[in-house]
C-alpha cells in the first residue's frame, strides 16, 4: 500500500511540489482514494497529502474499515483528519524529518504503523535540503 | 466579523448545504478568505468551513496575524488545522450543538471566543432535526 503514496509523492516532486503522498484504503485492500500534496501545483494551501487523499475517496457513511497510508507523518491538521472521522489505523512511511500527531492519534487509539522507510526520508531529507521555505510554509512555521 | 460566518452558513443552507461558515480575517479587520461547508454541494468530505476558508486566503507565509471566525465550534480536523498553522485566535458562534476541539486549542495556547450566539445555534438546531444522518455522516459519526 505504501508503494501507492510513494508514487503520488514523486509524481508531486516532478510536478515541482511537495513531495508527500498519501492514499485511503479498505482493509481489504481496495483503493478508495489517492493524493498528494498540492500546494504548489493548484495553490492550495489545504491540500497536504492526507487530505487530499480523503477528498478523493469521495463522501463515505463511515471510514471505520478503512487505512490511510502516507508516506510521512500526518501533521496535527491530517492528524485531526484522521481522529474526527474515526479512520483506525494509519500506515506511515516515516517520522524522521517531520514528527507530526500520530503519538496523539496513538493515545486515541489509532493503530499507527510507522515504517521507517528509506525512500520515504529520501524524499524529504532531499526537498527540505533544497526548498526549506517551502516545507515551512506548508506546515506553518514562520 | 462573525456576520460573514453567518451569511456563509446560511447561503450553504440555501444551496441545501450543511449550514456551518467560517472566515478568516487578519487582526486588522482585512477579510483573507470566507468559506462554507461544501459536502454536499461539491461531494467534498474534506470540505469543512474552516478549511474552505483557509483554502480561499490562498497561500501564506505566517498565519500569525490571522483570525478565524466560525459559526460552530471546530471539529478536530478544523481544530487541527488552526493548531498546524498557528492561527492564535479563533472565535466561535456557538458550541451548544456540537462540541469540538477549541478547548485543545485553549491548553495550546490559543485564544478562544466562545459567543453562544443564537441565531448560529438556531440554524444547527434546526438542521441537525431536519438531516440528522447528514450531520452524522459530516462529523465522520456512525
Known amino acids: 500500500m505504501l508503494a501507492v503514496a510513494v508514487a503520488e509523492a514523486r509524481a508531486g516532486l516532478a510536478e ?3 513531495p508527500i503522498g498519501a492514499a485511503l484504503f479498505a482493509v481489504d485492500g481496495t483503493l478508495l482514494g489517492r493524493g498528494r500534496n498540492r500546494r504548489v501545483q493548484d495553490g492550495d494551501a489545504s ?3 492526507e487530505t487530499a487523499a480523503f477528498r478523493a475517496a469521495g463522501r463515505r457513511r463511515t471510514y471505520r474499515d478503512t487505512v490511510m497510508v502516507t508516506t510521512l507523518s500526518p501533521c496535527w491538521y491530517c492528524s485531526g483528519l ?4 474515526g479512520i483506525p489505523r ?12 500520530h503519538d496523539w492519534l496513538a493515545e486515541h487509539g489509532v493503530d ?4 521507517d522507510d528509506p525512500v520515504c526520508a529520501g524524499l524529504m531529507r532531499d526537498f527540505t535540503a533544497a526548498r526549506p521555505e ?6 506553518g512555521r514562520d
Do not use: C, K, M, Y
Not at 484522521?82 to 472521522?85: G, H, I, L, S, T
Not at 499507527?112 to 515504517?115: F, K, Q, V
Not at 517551502?134 to 506546515?139: A, G, K, R
Open 16 to 18: 515541482g511540489g511537495i
Open 134 to 139: 517551502l516545507w515551512s510554509e506548508d506546515i
Open 47 to 49: 491540500a497536504h497529502a
Open 112 to 115: 499507527i504503523t510507522l515504517l
Open 82 to 85: 484522521v481522529r474526527q472521522f
Open 90 to 101: 494509519v500506515v506511515i512511511g516515516e517520522a524522521r524529518t517531520f514528527h507530526g500527531g
